[in-house]
């Protein structure tokens, strides 16, 4: 069973950044469509940017022009750049295959407040 973990997230002012990281073991992961999914409080979680395994992006219309999707095959890690940060993308983020495939890991709390 691949395991995910992801990292980086925090307190960030509006109109900040952070880089969010997901390392999954397992060779497999060079194979899949990766994606970040989010969940905000009271709401159902969503995808937000997915990567295929040749590292072609796609993108939700909510942060299309600020999210950098990106990934390292030789290390089993996927990427989220976040610019431009709005208190909306408040969330807890997740990474995954696209479509699900694999167990949840414990996301990475994002915080986007003055």
């Known amino acids: 069973q691949v395991q995910l973990v992801e990292s980086g997230g925090g307190l960030v002012q509006p109109g900040g950044s952070l880089r969010l990281s997901c390392a999954a073991s397992?060779?497999?992961?060079?194979?899949?469509?990766m994606g970040w999914y989010r969940q905000a409080p009271g709401k159902q979680r969503e995808l937000v940017a997915s990567?295929?395994?040749?590292?072609?992006?796609n993108y939700a219309d909510s942060v299309k022009g600020r999210f950098t999707i990106s990934r390292d095959n030789a290390k089993n890690t996927v990427y989220l750049r976040m610019d431009s940060l709005r208190p909306e993308d408040t969330a807890v983020y997740y990474c995954?295959?696209?479509?699900?495939?694999?167990?949840w890991g414990q996301g990475t709390q994002v915080t986007v407040s003055s």
């Open positions: 990567i295929t395994s040749g590292g072609s992006p």
């Open positions: 397992g060779s497999i992961f060079r194979l899949a469509v």
């Open positions: 995954n295959t696209n479509p699900l495939r694999w167990s």
